[in-house]
């Protein structure tokens, strides 16, 4: 039965109450604190404190303060006003005080229950206004890239338009100036043939001049697609030319260096002997991790790792925990493959308040159990339960009940464990807050 503890003081303003209880002596971490707007109870072993309120207060800005071996509470009156008293008119009926216990704790089940539902139908929605906000930006982001696309599109066949009006024009700059050429020179000619038939002295001489007039016109005539040919070689020439000098430069030549990861086996890769090289390579990692630790100065009982672990056990018993750490930490150096090792460690880290390497070793010793069968059952079920107490101390409750049950499995008869688990259950079920677990103090 608790011991009801009536020793505590409490004094109250128009808007404000404030309640003092002495712990007694009893650590805060295992206080137990429960309060609704009417009711609040403290539970610490083996006293219990509880109260039904003479008015409502507000839950939910009222606080509770354990340190200095009392708890404080400050209760924001719901109405203001003076009480005169603490408790309702019917707190001195136990059986109406535990009526109203039952009903407080199963209002407060249900207000949970409904906050983690608010909780957990907010959490759905801003789920679904991120993903509706990243479909939006998915889409920004495409519409934009095809923007940018079309518009450097748009700007290509620009720029090739231009091109092709640029050389259309330097055609036609080229054919104009070709014509201008060509009808100077048949000015040139028009002009000699005008000058050849201008009178010249006597007429026997202009009979003369005839016949050689008629034969430089056939001769004329003759030449004319010749010098045609001519005009259209040289600008065929000139279109080519233009053409060069539109091109673009060559580019220069280049040379990419490649380095490839060199294989510790000479010969090729097979699927076949792959198992035996990584077992081959992690034979040698080990022997050179081996080397490493050759340390001169080290006795041969100091390089022997049960001898050292002989030393963390006898340090621990005698409550030197770091001493007892690095004797587990040399040893594993000397021998990575026993999991006694590591589950002691994790002990003492455990006792160091050190919860995640804790958590970790006891990891490794559980790998390192490896096949599970009778002989290792004991020290399979210490390190789940140090892992389930350093997941439970680090507020994983659920992930630490797994632990806890896994060690059951192993030990079903064991009612401490049994126990633990619960409280655990209770725990995560809202109805309690955490008391601590204790690891098991028995090394492997």
């Known amino acids: 039965m608790p011991i009801t503890v009536k020793d505590y003081t409490w004094e109250e303003t128009e808007t404000s109450v404030f309640i003092t209880v002495p712990l007694k002596g009893v650590q805060a971490k295992k206080t137990d604190i429960f309060s609704t707007d009417k009711y609040i109870k403290v539970n610490y072993p083996p006293y219990l404190f509880e109260v039904d309120l003479f008015a409502p207060v507000v839950d939910d800005k009222s606080t509770a303060q354990v340190g200095n071996g009392t708890v404080v509470f400050k209760l924001v009156k719901k109405d203001p006003g003076i009480w005169t008293q603490l408790a309702a008119s019917s707190a001195g009926d136990k059986k109406a005080l535990i009526e109203k216990r039952e009903k407080e704790i199963e209002k407060a089940q249900q207000r949970a229950e409904e906050q983690k539902k608010a909780a957990a139908e907010r959490k759905r929605q801003e789920q679904k206004y991120a ?3 990243q479909m939006r930006l998915e889409e920004e982001e495409r519409t934009r890239v095809e923007n940018t696309k079309k518009a450097e599109r748009e700007l290509a066949m620009t720029e090739l338009e231009t091109w092709k009006m640029q050389q259309v024009q330097n055609e036609i700059a080229k054919s104009n100036e070709e014509k201008i050429k060509f009808e100077k020179l048949e000015q040139r000619i028009e002009l000699a043939e005008e000058e050849e038939k201008k009178p010249q002295g006597k007429t026997h001489k202009t009979e003369e ?35 060069d ?50 340390d001169p100065n080290l006795s041969e009982e100091e390089k022997n790792p049960l001898w050292l672990k002989e030393k963390g056990d006898g340090f621990y018993k005698s409550g030197n925990i770091l001493a007892a750490v690095n004797a587990y930490s040399q040893a594993i150096r000397m021998d990575s493959k026993m999991p006694a090792l590591y589950s002691n460690r994790a002990a003492c880290h455990l006792q160091i308040r050190n919860f995640h390497k804790a958590a970790q070793d006891s990891s490794r010793a559980l790998e390192l159990l490896t096949p599970p069968v009778p002989a290792n059952a004991a020290a399979r079920c210490k390190a789940h339960v140090r892992r389930g107490t350093s997941l439970c101390e680090l507020e994983m409750y659920v992930e630490g009940l797994m632990d806890y049950e896994a060690a059951l499995k192993i030990d079903p008869k064991n009612e401490t464990l049994a126990q633990d688990a619960e409280r655990i259950r209770q725990i995560i079920q809202g109805s309690t807050d955490n008391n601590g677990n204790d690891a098991l103090e028995s090394l492997d």
């Open 209 to 243: 001049i005839e016949p050689a007039k008629k034969k430089s016109e056939a001769t004329q005539k003759k030449s004319e697609p010749a010098k045609k040919k001519t005009e259209a070689d040289k600008k065929k020439s000139s279109m080519f030319d233009d053409d």
């Open 245 to 294: 000098a539109n091109m673009p430069a060559i580019r220069s030549k280049g040379k990419i260096e490649v380095t490839f990861t060199p294989r510790v086996f000479p010969t090729p890769v097979r699927e076949s002997k792959l198992h035996e090289e990584e077992e081959w390579l992690k034979k040698q990692a080990e022997a050179m991790r081996a080397a490493e630790i050759d």
């Open 131 to 133: 993903l509706r906000e």
